[in-house]
């Protein structure tokens, strides 16, 4: 840090007010914050500087020498929280103390750098330099030290780094941006850092657009909800549907969720898009019941972000009331991993709406952890087993952990649904394990929601032909 001025000595300078913009107003509010509470500009456990301080500082330093290139790292590690159950807080403080050392060697010893400790496990560095490698070379100096230091746990850090290119860079976008490479490799044991790229950068983008498209395309009505009929195996009949939904974009033709869900999952938005397309199948159903006509249950995926919402079930009671159709004909399908999300929230909430007359299947059943103890301990009517285990029917263990698994959910009484069947030999063996419900392109795709009346039109024609003859 020799870039002329201390960290005190920016932070205590006297503002000046004269002919400011914006930013200098904004500098001047960090600055006066700065002054009041210094001490709260230190992380507690570690005495580096908090996020607040962090931008404040690196930002003095770019606008001082703004023609330097300027990288920064951050750092975390991989289930921090299993440092702390596993060896106690104090433990885990301790390695925090050693790791913001390992840090504040740069700070100290590399001109014009600063460090960070951000939260828990993450740090961060900011850094003039000459050469990308200097970026990596650090990152792996501290993994090295990491390596060494007796611990009674494992520890494996994750370093994300990105080297700017611009002149006179925002810190907290370089920030982001490395914080975006090392989720890429997060957890990953043969990579300890990502630099961060054209492609992510291509994908940060992608994913600021669909933040900044999504309201209006929720006001305009661009998201739409498709349904996949689900099958009796065994007589080919429409036993219900699953809502899924599509973003029917005017530039982009059709966007299919696995591509914006994950966005609005980040950002919490995902919790008014379920609402929406809730409401879409409330309408469809109410239409069919005033229509006179045989009602079957549509299944809802309710996101994991749910599992912080606490108006949930009162949101579900409402659709139901207001659109006078019983619980059961929504039933609801929760990805395995929610119910780790916040095992004891979302444990409540499903219990409270299995007590209101919902059914629960826990979706994606098999890609998860912990999923037999959840068996055990979840509130769950139905598994719907992914496609995963029946991807691999060629191969004798894949069949054999099938089977056994379908029997050891018939004999604990849970209905099973197979999700993604595509063969005809995959429906036969599934029959033979005495599995028959079941959706899959090998009977139909999702489709919109005037197709799916249509089909079940035509069921319900063919049974009234049965029924007259
Ligand atoms: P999911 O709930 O497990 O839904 C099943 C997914 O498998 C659907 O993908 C469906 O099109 C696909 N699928 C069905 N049969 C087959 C098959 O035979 N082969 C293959 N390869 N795939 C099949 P989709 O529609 O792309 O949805 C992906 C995921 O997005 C869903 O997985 C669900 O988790 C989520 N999702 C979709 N709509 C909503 C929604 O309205 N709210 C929430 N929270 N999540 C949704
Ligand atoms: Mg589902
Ligand atoms: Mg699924």
Redesign the pocket.
């Known amino acids: 840090m020799d870039h002329g001025k201390s960290r005190e000595d920016i932070i205590n300078a006297p503002p000046q007010m004269e002919n400011q913009g914006k930013e200098e107003l904004y500098l001047y509010s960090l600055r006066k914050m700065a002054e009041t509470k210094y001490d709260k500009n230190l992380s507690p456990v570690t005495d580096l500087l908090n996020l607040r301080s962090f931008f404040y500082l690196c930002g003095e330093m770019i606008r001082e020498k703004p023609d330097q290139k300027y990288g920064v790292i951050v750092m975390d590690i991989t289930q921090f929280k299993a440092v702390n159950e596993f060896c106690g807080r104090k433990e885990g403080d301790r390695l925090l103390v050693f790791i913001a050392d390992c840090f504040r060697h740069y700070e100290k010893n590399r001109p014009d750098t600063y460090a960070c400790h951000i939260r828990a496990d993450n740090f961060c560095l900011c850094t003039a330099y000459e050469e990308e490698e200097e970026l990596s070379d650090i990152a792996l100096e501290i993994k090295e030290k990491i390596d060494h230091f007796p611990f009674a746990y494992r520890v494996l850090p994750s370093f994300g780094i990105c080297a700017s290119r611009e002149i006179g860079p925002a810190v907290s976008y370089l920030k982001d941006c490395a914080t975006t490479a090392m989720q890429s490799i997060k957890g990953k044991f043969f990579a300890s850092y990502a630099f961060f790229d054209d492609s992510m950068r291509r994908q940060m983008l992608r994913e600021k657009q669909i933040e900044n498209d999504i309201v209006s395309a929720l006001e305009n009505g661009e998201l739409v ?2 349904i ?1 009929p689900k099958v009796n195996m065994r007589t080919g009949r429409i036993i219900g549907g ?5 973003w029917e974009h005017p530039g982009k033709g059709l966007i ?3 591509e914006f ?1 994950p966005v609005l999952e980040k950002n919490g938005f ?1 919790i008014k ?2 609402e929406y ?1 809730w409401e879409q199948i409330y309408r469809y159903l109410k239409k069919l019941s005033s229509d006179g006509r045989r009602l079957l249950p549509i299944s ?4 994991r972000m749910h599992a912080y919402d606490r108006n949930l079930c009162d949101t579900l009671l409402r659709l139901s009331r207001e659109y006078g159709i019983e619980a059961r004909y929504t039933p609801l ?1 929760l ?1 395995e991993s929610a119910f780790l999300a916040d095992e004891e929230g979302m444990y409540l909430e499903m219990s409270l709406l299995r007590g209101k007359g919902f059914t629960v299947a826990m ?2 059943f098999g890609t998860g952890y912990s999923t037999m103890t959840m068996l055990k301990t979840q509130p769950v009517d139905e598994v ?1 087993m ?2 995963a285990f029946i991807m691999d029917l060629g191969n004798e263990k894949s069949r054999i952990i099938l089977e056994y698994t379908i029997n050891m959910l018939q004999a604990l009484d849970t209905k099973i649904i197979i ?4 063969t005809e030999e995959q429906k036969e063996f599934l029959i033979g394990c005495g599995c028959e419900s079941a ?4 009977f139909y ?2 489709m919109p929601l005037k197709e799916f009346d249509a089909l079940l039109l035509r069921q319900e024609e063919a049974d009234r032909a049965i029924r007259e003859t």
């Not at 809802?300 to 996101?303: A, D, E, G, L, Y």
């Not at 959706?439 to 090998?442: I, K």
């Open positions: 909800p498709y996949q699953e809502a899924l939904v599509r299919s969720p696995g869900l995902i898009v379920d397309v809802i995926n309710v996101s399908e990805t979706d994606d719907k992914d496609r999700e993604g069947v595509e959706q899959g392109f090998l795709r999702p």
